[in-house]
């Protein structure tokens, strides 16, 4: 019964409630808002899909997925399979440009722009001012000063600074706008590259200071800032107080390109750079430009330039204090130039340090200033050589794979500097487990390392003991043979450390012992054939022909020896006695006299005093052939021959 009513009670209030909403729209007059459209493209529902997948910032770049058994496993091609992806694309991009004729107009629906063959223009009756507009919208340097020497420079003074825009930026040349991600990644930015003095940005500037004061003042602040950014510096200057003087207005980006210059040129007097970047700052404040982070991490670079370390810290902790009044939000160069001032000061900066990282965990990071692909090497090289720190190597790396800060590392040259670094911290701070779990981690999904590298991983084996040895050397060769970077220098520091380990008879160890050693002998080779001075121990050539002995591989060792024997100008004689004798006996137990007798060839040849005690364990063995013991006599002569025997 309370079951029904309660029914019937709810049923009731419903109804009521819809009575009063209806009055209510009634009484109220209608405003229906409908939602502004948004413009969805043809990939965004792809996107979307993608967005939901987890993203793993070690995973291989995609342009190696074709085949996951050719994922390149040496730099070198890793370099070759990006540059021939990049290659395809420009000699798509040739033909299309040089046989454009042969493309049909509709080969794509809806039209894409980069199929359609670009045009050469020859005659003035093809260009316009629209059109010179678009090629300057494109970067399209090369097109654009045609475009506008075909219209003899009949353009708006509006079109002509757009242009002189277009060329300072990028110094005139034709081949900056490089779109192929890939190859910038592997080809080696030149950061040298100084102001090109292009007689077209010449003309073009001194027409344009000539006309009305607003369009004069445009064209200095272009060129102040293609002088800056072109190392041009003593008339970037120059020109940026000349404007100051003269009350030309300038805007922000121009200041910014104009602060900088004081560490060019007032380094050696840290009051005369403090007090000309507060002059700037009091010329800002007084035109009513508002600061933006270009402008911080510009005033933190003179900051960080000052000879004096404390007034260094007090100006930038100044500087910080003020832009945060502002609510201006950093970017990582201004953590940059905050690691840069504060690491002066010792070790006593570490809490500072770990402050600055766990700050920057909470936010996102855009790519707002050049120097932001070069934070992650500054913060980790500040954890290694400075703290030699694991917890601040952790938390630099655990901020690097923070969403997509991963992707500031721009150049192989950077992220070469990165992961060899924090790699060489967590192996000098770390047990060997804990080091190869991090190895594994990175290696070689996200970094393939270098010799350089492997070689102090070595080293570093080198103190440990011999259980470690045993159980990592097979690992860590296994990377070795893998990147293919056995046959190195590298080989030679693995014999230098496996002939420390003895291993029985019956161990797999042997194997792969004898595995570095021929790698190690054709390394040897090599090296030999490129230089005809280049000379090696005997130490490190006898103990190649131990370790393939081990491992019965005789005719291997057997061409060691007889290199090493014969050749005693390029062997440097450095053999002790026991590794002669272990060699020896290896010989003679393996039933090898051929390689027992050179290796008393090579002590003969020495003049060595224990000669005589070789010879007798020769001859006192029953299996050695007539063969062998004529040898044996060529080579120590009858007389000794028959001496050993009486005794």
């Given at each position: 019964?309370?079951?029904?009513?309660?029914?019937?009670?709810?049923?009731?209030?419903?109804?009521?409630?819809?009575?009063?909403?209806?009055?209510?729209?009634?009484?109220?007059?209608?405003?229906?808002?409908?939602?502004?459209?948004?413009?969805?493209?043809?990939?965004?529902?792809?996107?979307?899909?993608?967005?939901?997948v987890?993203?793993?910032?070690?995973?291989?770049?995609?342009?190696?997925?074709?085949?996951?058994?050719?994922?390149?496993?040496?730099?070198?091609?890793?370099?070759?399979?990006?540059?021939?992806?990049?290659?395809?694309?420009?000699?798509?991009?040739?033909?299309?440009?040089?046989?454009?004729?042969?493309?049909?107009?509709?080969?794509?629906?809806?039209?894409?722009?980069a199929?359609?063959?670009?045009?050469?223009?020859?005659?003035?009756?093809?260009?316009?001012?629209?059109?010179?507009?678009?090629?300057?919208?494109?970067?399209?340097?090369?097109?654009?000063?045609?475009?506008?020497?075909?219209?003899?420079?009949?353009?708006?003074?509006?079109t002509?600074?757009?242009?002189?825009?277009?060329?300072?930026?990028?110094?005139?040349?034709?081949?900056?706008?490089?779109?192929?991600?890939?190859?910038?990644?592997?080809?080696?930015?030149?950061?040298?590259?100084?102001?090109?003095?292009?007689?077209?940005?010449?003309?073009?500037?001194?027409?344009?200071i000539?006309q009305?004061?607003?369009?004069?003042?445009?064209?200095?602040?272009?060129?102040?800032?293609?002088?800056?950014?072109?190392?041009?510096?003593?008339?970037?200057?120059?020109?940026?107080?000349?404007?100051?003087?003269?009350?030309?207005?300038?805007?922000?980006?121009?200041?910014?390109?104009?602060?900088p210059?004081?560490?060019?040129?007032?380094i050696?007097?840290?009051?005369?750079?403090?007090?000309?970047?507060?002059?700037?700052?009091?010329?800002?404040?007084?035109?009513?430009?508002?600061?933006?982070?270009?402008?911080?991490?510009?005033?933190?670079?003179?900051?960080?330039?000052?000879?004096?370390?404390?007034?260094?810290?007090?100006?930038?902790?100044?500087?910080?204090?003020?832009?945060?009044?502002?609510?201006?939000?950093?970017?990582?160069?201004?953590?940059?130039?905050?690691?840069?001032?504060?690491?002066?000061?010792?070790?006593?900066?570490?809490?500072?340090?770990?402050?600055?990282?766990?700050?920057?965990?909470?936010?996102?990071?855009?790519?707002?200033?050049?120097?932001?692909?070069?934070?992650?090497?500054?913060?980790?090289?500040?954890?290694?050589?400075?703290?030699?720190?694991?917890?601040?190597?952790?938390?630099?790396?655990?901020?690097?794979?923070?969403?997509?800060?991963?992707?500031?590392?721009?150049?192989?040259?950077?992220?070469?500097?990165?992961?060899?670094?924090?790699?060489?911290?967590?192996?000098?701070?770390?047990?060997?487990?804990?080091?190869?779990?991090?190895?594994?981690?990175?290696?070689?999904?996200?970094?393939?390392?270098?010799?350089?590298?492997?070689?102090?991983?070595?080293?570093?084996l080198?103190t440990?003991?011999?259980?470690?040895?045993?159980?990592?050397?097979?690992?860590?060769?296994?990377?070795?043979?893998?990147?293919?970077?056995?046959?190195?220098?590298?080989?030679?520091?693995?014999?230098?450390?496996?002939?420390?380990?003895?291993?029985p008879?019956?161990?797999?160890?042997?194997?792969?012992?004898?595995?570095?050693?021929?790698?190690?002998?054709?390394?040897?080779?090599?090296?030999?054939?490129?230089?005809?001075?280049?000379?090696?121990?005997?130490?490190?050539?006898?103990?190649?022909?131990?370790l393939?002995?081990?491992?019965?591989?005789?005719?291997?060792m057997?061409?060691?020896?007889?290199?090493?024997?014969?050749?005693?100008?390029?062997?440097?004689?450095?053999?002790?006695?026991?590794?002669?004798?272990?060699?020896?006996?290896g010989?003679?137990?393996?039933?090898?006299?051929?390689?027992?007798?050179?290796?008393?060839?090579?002590?003969?040849?020495?003049?060595?005093?224990?000669?005589?005690?070789?010879?007798?364990?020769?001859?006192?063995?029953?299996?050695?052939?007539?063969?062998?013991r004529?040898?044996?006599?060529?080579?120590?002569?009858?007389?000794?021959?028959?001496?050993?025997?009486?005794?």
């Open positions: 019964m309370n079951h029904f009513t309660r029914i019937t009670y709810s049923r009731k209030l419903a109804k009521h409630c819809r009575l009063n909403r209806l009055e209510s729209t009634m009484s109220s007059e209608p405003s229906i808002k409908i939602p502004p459209r948004i413009h969805r493209g043809p990939t965004d529902i792809l996107r979307a899909l993608d967005s939901t987890p993203k793993d910032p070690l995973s291989a770049s995609y342009k190696y997925h074709d085949d996951p058994f050719l994922y390149p496993t040496k730099k070198l091609d890793q370099r070759a399979y990006a540059l021939s992806y990049e290659s395809g694309k420009k000699t798509a991009m040739w033909i299309h440009k040089q046989h454009g004729n042969l493309f049909p107009t509709d080969l794509s629906q809806p039209q894409i722009k199929f359609i063959a670009p045009t050469v223009y020859t005659d003035k009756s093809q260009v316009s001012e629209e059109i010179l507009l678009q090629a300057i919208s494109q970067c399209n340097v090369a097109d654009a000063l045609d475009i506008y020497n075909l219209l003899e420079c009949d353009v708006s003074n509006k002509k600074q757009a242009l002189l825009e277009l060329l300072c930026f990028y110094n005139a040349n034709t081949d900056s706008a490089n779109n192929l991600p890939h190859e910038r990644w592997f080809v080696k930015r030149n950061e040298t590259t100084y102001w090109s003095h292009h007689p077209e940005i010449e003309k073009l500037y001194n027409f344009l000539t009305d004061p607003l369009t004069a003042a445009k064209a200095h602040n272009t060129l102040i800032c293609g002088y800056s950014k072109w190392k041009n510096e003593n008339k970037a200057w120059l020109l940026f107080q000349k404007c100051l003087k003269e009350d030309i207005p300038l805007n922000v980006t121009t200041y910014n390109s104009g602060i210059l004081i560490t060019k040129l007032y050696k007097d840290d009051q005369e750079a403090i007090h000309l970047l507060n002059e700037i700052f009091q010329s800002m404040d007084a035109k009513g430009v508002y600061p933006n982070v270009g402008t911080l991490n510009a005033a933190l670079k003179v900051a960080s330039s000052l000879l004096s370390t404390d007034l260094s810290l007090d100006f930038g902790e100044h500087l910080l204090n003020e832009f945060k009044r502002m609510k201006i939000k950093f970017s990582l160069s201004t953590y940059y130039y905050i690691i840069s001032i504060n690491r002066r000061t010792g070790d006593h900066s570490y809490s500072t340090f770990m402050n600055t990282l766990n700050t920057m965990l909470k936010e996102n990071f855009t790519l707002q200033d050049p120097l932001d692909c070069k934070f992650f090497s500054k913060a980790i090289e500040t954890a290694s050589c400075y703290y030699t720190n694991k917890k601040a190597g952790e938390m630099v790396h655990r901020l690097f794979l923070t969403g997509n800060n991963h992707k500031f590392l721009t150049s192989t040259t950077q992220e070469q500097t990165y992961f060899n670094t924090y790699l060489t911290l967590m192996l000098m701070t770390n047990t060997m487990e804990e080091f190869y779990k991090c190895f594994q981690k990175t290696v070689p999904h996200m970094y393939i390392p270098n010799i350089r590298l492997m070689i102090d991983i070595m080293e570093h080198k440990q003991p011999a259980k470690v040895l045993t159980e990592y050397i097979p690992k860590f060769w296994s990377y070795i043979d893998t990147f293919e970077i056995a046959e190195s220098i590298l080989s030679i520091t693995m014999i230098e450390l496996v002939k420390t380990v003895n291993v008879s019956d161990s797999p160890l042997n194997a792969i012992f004898a595995d570095v050693a021929w790698a190690c002998w054709i390394y040897i080779q090599k090296e030999m054939k490129k230089s005809s001075g280049a000379s090696y121990e005997t130490s490190i050539t006898g103990w190649i022909a131990i393939l002995l081990r491992d019965s591989r005789v005719k291997e057997r061409e060691v020896l007889t290199n090493f024997v014969k050749d005693t100008s390029t062997f440097l004689p450095t053999m002790q006695k026991s590794e002669i004798n272990q060699l020896l006996e010989c003679i137990s393996q039933k090898c006299f051929q390689e027992a007798l050179l290796v008393l060839e090579y002590c003969i040849n020495l003049e060595l005093e224990y000669v005589v005690e070789i010879v007798n364990k020769l001859c006192d063995n029953p299996e050695l052939s007539d063969a062998d004529d040898k044996l006599v060529q080579l120590v002569g009858s007389d000794t021959l028959n001496l050993s025997n009486k005794k």
